[in-house]
């Protein structure tokens, strides 16, 4: 979505520059189209790691009440999953 936000800018600038609206528009629709592409998957992205944080911390509360380390280390990873996912 990157390189397909940063061409259609391209293309949109150059049309504008060499006198070309068809060009222009062509990459404003590219770009517009990317930025919109990449905010859906960041939003994605985002929810996923609120998902995973909620589960990492419900498995960490399991594992101590129950004396289950593996369970608690397991929601330890998983939290701080979340946590990169939602600082993205």
Same mark, same amino acid.
């Given at each position: @979505?990157?390189?397909?936000?940063?061409?259609?800018?391209?293309?949109?600038?150059?049309? @504008? *520059?060499?006198?070309?609206?068809?060009?222009?528009?062509?990459?404003?629709? =590219?770009?517009?189209?990317?930025?919109?592409?990449?905010?859906?998957?960041? %939003?994605? *992205?985002?929810?996923?790691?609120?998902?995973? =944080?909620?589960?990492? =911390?419900?498995? =960490?509360?399991?594992?101590?009440?129950?004396?289950?380390?593996?369970?608690? %280390?397991?929601?330890?990873?998983?939290?701080?999953?979340?946590?990169?996912?939602?600082?993205?």
């Amino acid at each position: @979505n990157t390189a397909s936000s940063t061409i259609g800018g391209m293309k949109q600038t150059i049309g @504008n *520059t060499i006198g070309n609206p068809d060009l222009a528009a062509k990459g404003a629709a =590219q770009k517009a189209h990317a930025d919109t592409a990449q905010q859906a998957a960041d %939003a994605r *992205t985002h929810a996923e790691g609120l998902g995973n =944080q909620i589960k990492g =911390q419900a498995q =960490q509360v399991a594992g101590a009440v129950s004396n289950d380390y593996s369970l608690e %280390a397991q929601g330890h990873a998983n939290k701080a999953k979340g946590d990169v996912q939602r600082n993205v």
